[in-house]
């Protein structure tokens, strides 16, 4: 039997994490799967499938459960082989991309 402070901090955790995981609200996919193919498909592959070996995969969505912020910085930054998009592509174009590979993950 769980206790009454047990309840509430299991209650605020998945509270916590149903924010972080939670698709971008106003978020335009549409713009997104414009924005994936003009800079993300050569390496990215037109469904999410990596093209390289050590591209991350999308069409598996664990690879989408990072929170919207810490996605954002990883492309802004670059990250591995993957080149930085600071001053090429701006936050709300990231949050779009990130919600069109979220929808397209869930297929």
């Known amino acids: 039997m769980l206790h009454k402070t047990d309840r509430l901090f299991a209650a605020a955790t998945l509270f916590f994490l149903s ?6 609200q106003a978020a335009d996919t549409s713009q997104g799967s414009r924005l994936y193919a ?3 498909v050569r390496c ?3 469904n999410g499938s990596a093209t ?3 591209v991350p995969d999308f069409r598996r969505s664990n690879n989408l459960f990072k929170s919207d912020q810490v996605l954002v910085q990883t492309v802004l930054n670059g990250s591995g082989m993957m080149p930085a998009f600071n001053g090429i592509l701006e936050e709300k174009d990231i949050l779009d991309v990130i919600a069109y590979l979220r929808m397209i993950s869930q297929r």
Not at 19 to 24: E, G, R
């Open 52 to 54: 390289f070996p050590g």
């Open 44 to 46: 990215h592959g037109a």
């Open 38 to 40: 003009k800079h993300c």
């Open 19 to 24: 924010a972080l995981m939670a698709p971008s």
